[in-house]
């Protein structure tokens, strides 16, 4: 019936696709847009008996209903169906009326219009009415200063426009009257030599006379001295380039500071200055100091040890084998450790599933929790598992040092006899009375974290990883819908699943 396995479409697929899926080929006769309804009814028809789940005999069942009541299903459908949209056509462009040609000159008039027009923003206004009443040219700088103008008075709220428009224009003209003064000023001490002489050269020329061959000339005189001056100012080339290089340098000197040496090499430079004999070194030409970046000094080849760049700039970080020592010491110290290897070696604790071994340790070491020392907390323990097993220790329990002062000093008496062991904790002890029960106050709103909380002090021996899931199980066991119980007894229900 099916052209995939039923395992297939359970694994693979949600339960409702799975089920349109194996009901899609007895459907065939059925329009394509109401198979999809038609299998959602019958769905919804054999649900109170398979609930939301996907299944062989459901699938059956479903086909039955569909064989006796297709027809109905079919009709209900068709009821309840939208009315399907008329479309219609648009017309064509074609048949419309073309209009008259005064509408068309008045439509083509208007569109002109509405391209014309620009919107006129708050600034623009702003800058259009500043730069009119300044007369300032429309420079790029000028219109930088019209938007920090915009930008200062505005932090004032509470101007106008027509306001911020003249504190603007009395501020931009107050730093033009700054600036004009500062700039005269300048100007003044600059040229005022210069303007001195022209004055003395007008003065002669004209009592010389307006002739032109006694007049002089306005131009400054160009002499031999003159342009040597100016050539002696005008550097060279080779000069600026020379110059430039040593700039260069000394930038690159300053940027590269010398790096100290590692200890491996400052070691190996120790070692081979000590073993290797002084060479007689010929007398050279006295040179003249250079700016040069200094270079350390090297080894000989044969003595120094070859160590990667990479080595010396990055070494290793001092505090790891530290950290790993501290961490190894302390691994060392801890006495469960110990206890836990030497329960593992005893052999009468298996090893899978491991979780149960592991709790079995540590219920071991709670019960030998009075003892002192860790030798006896082991032997002790030993006993404890060959008593529980009837089995032997595969390995001896480490021996146990009684102290001489306690054995000679009469005072303290013979030692007592060890304590006896630890009943092995059951479910006895989940045991309660209805009257010993403490129900906390938020019962009415927390029932189940209330109830938890009532048996916790119970609970100590089962690991506190599952004592939730265990008292969830016993909760839903006990839960009946419409409960009359007192909380007392609600709690009580619950700890007497727990014992099952």
């Excluded at 790096?259 to 290797?276: E, G």
């Excluded at 003595?303 to 190894?328: E, F, G, N, Q, Y």
């Amino acid at each position: 019936m099916f052209s995939r396995s039923m395992r297939a479409l359970v694994s693979k697929r949600p339960p409702f696709a799975s089920f349109y899926k194996a009901v899609h080929s007895p459907l065939r006769n059925t329009e394509q847009a109401r198979k999809m309804q038609t299998a959602a009814v019958l769905w919804h028809r054999t649900a109170p008996q398979y609930g939301i789940r996907f299944s062989a005999p459901r699938v059956a069942a479903a086909l039955r209903i569909y064989r006796r009541k297709g027809k109905e299903i079919t009709k209900e459908l068709q009821k309840t169906a939208k009315p399907a949209r008329k479309w219609k056509a648009a017309p064509s462009r074609s048949k419309l009326a073309r209009a008259t040609a005064p509408k068309r000159k008045a439509i083509h008039l208007k569109q002109r219009q509405q391209k014309g027009k620009k919107a006129i923003t708050p600034f623009a206004a702003f800058q259009t009415e500043v730069m009119r009443r300044t007369k300032f040219p429309s420079t790029r700088a000028n219109l930088k200063r019209v938007l920090r103008m915009w930008v200062m008075t505005g932090r004032q709220r509470s101007l106008s426009v027509p306001k911020r428009v003249e504190m603007a224009v009395r501020l931009l003209q107050k730093d033009r009257k700054r600036g004009k003064g500062f700039s005269r000023k300048m100007s003044n001490k600059i040229t005022r030599r210069r303007s001195k002489r022209g004055t003395r050269k007008i003065a002669k020329s004209s009592a010389a006379g307006s002739s032109r061959k006694t007049a002089k000339s306005r131009k400054p005189r160009v002499t031999a001295t003159g342009a040597k001056r100016a050539r002696a100012a005008r550097p060279s080339r080779s000069a600026v380039a020379q110059r430039l290089k040593r700039a260069r340098r000394m930038r690159a000197v300053r940027q590269v500071p010398k790096r100290p040496a590692s200890v491996k090499v400052r070691l190996a430079r120790h070692l081979a200055a000590k073993r290797s004999a002084p060479k007689p070194v010929a007398a050279s030409k006295p040179k003249a100091r250079t700016m040069h970046a200094a270079r350390k000094a090297t080894a000989s080849k044969r003595r120094t040890r070859k160590t990667s760049i990479a080595a010396v700039a990055k070494p290793r970080p001092r505090h790891t084998p530290t950290k790993r020592r501290a961490s190894a010491a302390r691994r060392r110290a801890n006495p469960y450790i110990k206890f836990y290897r030497h329960m593992r070696m005893t052999g009468l604790i298996p090893n899978h599933p491991k979780i149960l071994g592991t709790r079995q340790i540590k219920a071991l070491w709670t019960e030998t929790h009075s003892l002192n020392g860790l030798n006896r907390r082991i032997a002790r323990a030993t006993e404890l598992l060959e008593e529980r097993t009837g089995l032997k220790s595969k390995v001896n329990p480490p021996a146990v040092r009684t102290s001489a002062r306690k054995r000679q000093n009469p005072k303290h008496g013979s030692p007592g006899p060890s304590p006896a062991p630890a009943a092995p904790k059951t479910s006895e002890s989940l045991t309660i009375k209805q009257r010993d029960i403490k129900v906390p106050p938020y019962y009415s709103s927390n029932p189940f974290g209330a109830t938890y909380a009532a048996l916790l002090p119970l609970l100590r021996d089962i690991p506190s990883s599952t004592r939730m899931a265990h008292v969830a199980k016993a909760w839903t066991r006990t839960s009946v819908k419409d409960d009359k119980r007192s909380a007392k007894a609600r709690i009580a229900a619950v700890a007497e699943a727990m014992k099952k």
